[in-house]
């Protein structure tokens, strides 16, 4: 696959497809707490998205069966959301989603504490917050 250069109105359209996505991690940090569901996230996450005129990119990506990955502490990524996997306090929750936006894809995952967590868990947090904050 070759690289090709992007027109203004791509780039523009690309950082659209970045800045919804900004938006619906957002919200979906806003209904972390004990007692949600993963499925529950994933809804959320899907609805979201769809709320922005936008296509969940992960959803049936080669059979994957969920609009948003929900990783649960010791789980490195690409969670599969359950009925069953309800978060409690302490968890430590990671939120990966993508969008298509009007043929444009972005992608971003985000870390989140359930409820009241350890400090190191904070700091951890914290420090990858600040390693993806633009120069």
Same mark, same amino acid.
């Given at each position: 696959?070759?690289? +090709?250069?992007? +027109?203004?109105?791509?780039?523009?359209l690309?950082? #659209?497809?970045?800045?919804?996505?900004?938006?619906?991690?957002e919200?979906l940090?806003?209904?972390? #707490? %004990?007692?949600i569901? +993963? *499925? #529950?996230?994933?809804k959320? @996450?899907? !609805?979201?998205? !769809? &709320?922005? &005129?936008?296509? %969940?990119s992960?959803?049936n *990506?080669?059979?994957? %069966?969920a609009?948003?990955?929900? &990783?649960?502490?010791?789980?490195?990524?690409?969670?599969?959301? &359950?009925?069953?996997?309800?978060?409690?306090?302490?968890?430590?929750?990671?939120?990966?989603?993508?969008?298509?936006?009007?043929? *444009?894809?972005?992608?971003?995952?985000?870390t *989140?504490?359930? @409820?009241?967590?350890?400090k190191?868990a904070?700091?951890?947090? #914290?420090? +990858?917050?600040?390693?993806?904050?633009?120069?």
């Amino acid at each position: 696959m070759s690289v +090709t250069i992007k +027109t203004p109105g791509e780039i523009e359209l690309m950082r #659209e497809a970045g800045r919804i996505l900004a938006l619906v991690h957002e919200e979906l940090g806003k209904i972390i #707490e %004990p007692g949600i569901s +993963t *499925y #529950e996230i994933d809804k959320e @996450g899907e !609805r979201l998205i !769809r &709320s922005f &005129s936008c296509i %969940p990119s992960f959803l049936n *990506y080669n059979g994957y %069966p969920a609009s948003i990955c929900v &990783s649960v502490n010791e789980e490195v990524v690409h969670g599969i959301p &359950s009925r069953k996997r309800i978060l409690k306090e302490g968890d430590i929750v990671s939120l990966d989603a993508g969008v298509i936006y009007k043929g *444009y894809h972005s992608d971003a995952a985000r870390t *989140y504490g359930v @409820g009241k967590i350890s400090k190191e868990a904070e700091l951890l947090i #914290e420090n +990858t917050k600040k390693s993806f904050l633009p120069v």
